[in-house]
Every structure is written in structure tokens, then in C-alpha cells.
């Protein structure tokens, strides 16, 4: 029931996608019939309908506007929902691992593997706990510890004797675990028999660094790293990811760099941004963009930097004294990505880096089965999708809704639409698409034909 243009809890699904999309081919069928295909925006219409075009759902009545969904979320004790447990690892990359990719630096990431926990009661478990946190490491969030290498070994060994997905997870900026969203669709997953890894960035998630180094919007190398590692060991299983916010920003770089090398199976990304200069301006452009929403933006990012300047002290770019200065008086994140970010993504200035790494400009190279789930009443992202864009690419359907505000779409009920969309989705795939027969996209390849001397981008 709509009061004011996005304002009020009945929600409205409008589906955007090529004419042609890709054809995916049917486990079980014959490899020789040529009818054994389902098109991609066919699968999603009769197995995944809550993003049909015109599909309508109800949301919490008290959370009419977008501003409050995203609030509510930040605001509510989700602490005890969604009570997955998670077993933590540590990678460590070498200078060998270094020089086998690129933009690979040294150091360290986080990856919390969802697990069933090993431990019989909670007093076990802190036991446990206590005894596998690192010395002089932060104290990790409810229901995760450090596994150890046998541990670990013993998870990946349960996920070798079935044949069900993986799904790796992109957490959004300086999040992880603790958001409630991804508890609550690596809870749906799991029950559906998928095994779930959360890849944390650099330096978030309470993983100190070990060298100077905080994921920007172009590190894609440890996802790429890490898929590598999975496809490795799980050949025949299918991989597929999912980004939330930020994380899906990442992802969607990863894919279009990929393009048709890509080991994954498919995508999904909720309420990532295309167009970071846009949205820039775009969370700065309202009152509460401006007096809530960049200064928590812009807290969480000092405060990552600050967890972590032990590590950043012997850069040229980075000076303790100059940074608790600038903490004190920072009022939104475009300061920060143009003082730091910028440098650790190896551009002039924060407006040069947010145009880098913005998938607006990449998104005619992915050529991965993507699920694209996003607002129009999202407060903190620009909301100017680049749906042109996919009407051109066979690989992608997005689904926009009227409301939901920034990574919260909350129902009635008080749990999250896209926690039941995401599984659908992946599940119609392990399902039904068998990841061995090549994808029919009717030959489409984009190429740029001029001015490749002076911006290549295709």
C-alpha cells in the first residue's frame, strides 16, 4: 500500500533482463538433445517467483520508509537470531602465492566456515574457544572460534562425501558474521544441505593484518585465490556466491574479470552498489544520509584503520599522529577513501578510485549466471541501476523493489526477504543445472571498437 513514492510496506518486484537470456542445461538429460536447456530467466520465473516481474509482498508496517528499514536493522538486538556456528581460519599468503596471481600481497584473511558445533555444551566450547584464539587477538563474535588445521580438514572431508553446492559469501563493508542477514541466509542454506564459507575482508571482521594492506573495492584476488583452492579440492561441485552490500561490489569485479573463465556457477548480490561516485553524492544529498548514515560509514572505516595501524606504522601514507587527528574531524567516507583508500587502490584521489572500481563499467564483461536484488528507496546507495546495461547481457536478471531500504527488505514477521530468495535461487541451480554442459549465450561477446588508445574497457 503505497501512501508517498517509497513510502509505505506493500513492495512491488520489477524484473529487468535481456530478451534471450543464456540457456543452462538440465542434470539428467540427454547431452545430445538440444531441448534439455531451461533459460535462465525461465528457471528463476518458475523455481525463484518472489522475483518474477510484478510479484508483491508485504513488509513491517512500522517500517515505511527506507531510512527506518536500514535503522531498524542497525538498531535491533539480532544477537541470538539466526544461531549459526562458525569455525575460523586463517590463510596466510606467502611471497610464492604472491607472484602466482596478480594483486595478491602478502599477509593474512579470515575465512568462518559454517559448521556444526563439535563442542557438547558451552562451557566445552569456551574451553575450546580459549584455547585456539591467537594470542594478542581480538575475542571473535558469538558462536565462532579458530579451528584448527584438523578441524578445518574434517569439515572439507564431510563436504566431500555428498554432492550438494558450495556457496561462498562476501560480507559488505567492515562486516561479517555479526550481521544478522548473513546468519539468517547461511542458516537457510545450511538446512538445505550447502556448505557456507564467509570470506572476510582485510582487516575486518576482528582479523588483524600482518602487512600494510585493507581490502579496497578492486582486491578480488583472495576470492579468486580461495575459489581457486575450493575448485580445486571440490572439482564437480558447484561454487556460488553471494555479496552483500560492498561484498557484492567485489563480486561483481571478480566475475567481470573472470569473465568466461569463470569457476562459479552463479551469483547473487543484495543491495551493492554500481556506481560509487553516485552514490557518494547520493547518501551525502539527504539529511539522513548526511547525520546518520556517513558518520557510522565513516566510524566503521577509522576504526578498522585504527584496529589495524600496527601494521600500516611503517607505510609513507599512513602517520598515527595525523590519523587521530583526522578521525576527530572526518564527516563522511569520501574523506577517507580520499586520504587512504585511494592509496591502498594505487589512484590519485577518492572521486579517481570510486570510478575504478565501480561495476558499472565492467558489467558487459561478467558472463556468470547473476541474481541482482536492489531498492529504490535505498538511503546509503545511488539507486540509478544500470539496467540498460543488463537488458544487454543474457547473464544477468535484476530484480529491483520499490522499498526495502539498504540490505533489510524486513517482513512482518521480522525476518528478511532475500534470506528465502538467495536459496531458491541457488537451489533451483544445484538442482536442476548440470555445471558440465557449456552455457548457451547465443554468442555474446561485447568489444570496444574505439578509443581503446585512450580507455580500454572491453
Not at 167 to 193: C, D, F, H, M
Not at 211 to 221: A, E, M, R, Y
Not at 432 to 442: N, R, Y
Request: hydrophobic share 35%; aromatic share 12%; proline share 6%.
Amino acid at each position: 500500500m503505497s501512501i508517498l513514492p517509497n513510502w509505505g510496506f506493500r513492495n512491488t518486484v520489477h524484473a529487468y533482463h535481456s530478451d534471450n537470456t543464456i540457456k543452462l542445461g538440465l542434470k539428467n538429460a540427454d547431452k545430445n538433445d538440444s531441448t534439455a536447456v531451461i533459460p535462465l530467466n525461465e528457471l528463476i520465473k518458475n523455481h525463484v517467483p518472489q522475483v518474477a516481474n510484478n510479484y508483491k509482498y508485504w513488509l513491517n508496517p512500522l517500517l515505511f520508509t527506507g531510512v527506518i528499514q536500514t535503522l531498524y536493522i542497525v538498531k535491533t538486538d539480532y544477537t541470538k537470531s539466526f544461531p549459526v556456528h562458525f569455525g575460523r581460519k586463517l590463510f596466510q599468503i606467502t611471497k610464492e602465492d604472491e607472484l602466482a596471481y596478480d594483486h595478491l600481497p602478502e599477509g593474512q584473511f579470515s575465512v568462518d566456515f559454517a559448521v556444526e558445533p563439535i563442542e557438547k555444551t558451552k562451557e566445552e566450547f569456551q574451553a575450546k574457544y580459549k584455547e585456539t584464539l591467537p594470542e594478542g587477538f581480538p575475542r571473535l563474535h558469538p558462536r565462532c572460534r579458530y579451528y584448527t588445521e584438523a578441524e578445518i580438514s574434517s569439515v572439507l572431508k564431510s563436504w566431500s562425501q555428498d554432492e550438494n553446492a558450495i556457496v561462498l559469501v562476501s560480507p559488505g563493508l567492515a562486516g561479517g558474521i555479526n550481521e544478522p542477514q548473513i546468519r539468517a541466509v547461511v542458516e537457510n542454506l545450511v538446512k538445505e544441505g550447502k556448505h557456507c564459507l564467509v570470506l572476510n575482508g582485510r582487516g575486518c571482521c576482528r582479523t588483524p593484518i600482518t602487512t600494510p594492506h585493507i581490502t579496497t573495492g578492486l582486491d578480488t584476488s583472495d576470492m579468486r585465490y580461495l575459489v581457486d583452492k575450493l575448485h580445486k579440492e571440490f572439482p564437480n561441485k558447484q561454487i556460488h556466491l553471494v555479496g552483500f552490500s560492498f561484498g557484492g561490489l567485489i563480486i561483481a569485479n571478480y566475475l567481470a574479470e573472470e569473465g568466461e573463465k569463470s569457476k562459479i556457477t552463479s551469483a547473487v548480490t543484495v543491495s551493492s552498489p554500481w556506481n560509487l561516485l553516485e552514490s557518494s553524492h547520493h547518501i551525502y544529498s539527504s539529511f539522513c544520509g548526511r547525520h546518520l548514515f556517513e558518520p557510522s560509514i565513516s566510524f566503521y572505516l577509522c576504526n578498522m584503520m585504527k584496529n589495524n595501524k600496527k601494521a600500516l606504522l611503517d607505510t609513507d601514507w599512513f602517520d598515527e599522529e595525523d590519523f587521530n587527528k583526522f578521525r576527530k574531524i572526518i564527516t563522511r567516507a569520501q574523506q577517507f577513501d580520499d586520504k587512504y583508500t585511494c592509496k591502498l587502490a594505487g589512484f590519485p584521489s577518492g572521486p579517481a578510485y570510486y570510478m575504478a572500481a565501480s561495476p558499472i563499467l565492467r558489467t558487459l564483461k561478467i558472463k556468470t549466471p547473476m541474481l541482482i536484488l536492489n531498492s529504490m528507496d535505498d538511503p546509503v546507495i545511488s539507486s540509478n541501476y544500470p539496467i540498460i546495461d543488463v537488458k544487454h547481457n543474457p547473464y544477468l536478471y535484476m530484480a529491483t523493489c520499490d522499498l526495502g531500504g539498504h540490505y533489510a527488505f524486513v517482513k512482518p514477521d521480522g525476518k528478511f526477504w532475500f534470506a528465502d530468495v538467495v536459496p531458491e535461487f541457488i537451489g533451483a541451480f544445484d538442482k536442476l543445472v548440470d555445471k558440465s554442459v557449456p552455457i548457451d549465450d547465443g554468442g555474446f561477446s561485447v568489444k570496444q571498437i574505439g578509443f581503446k588508445d585512450r580507455i580500454s574497457l572491453y
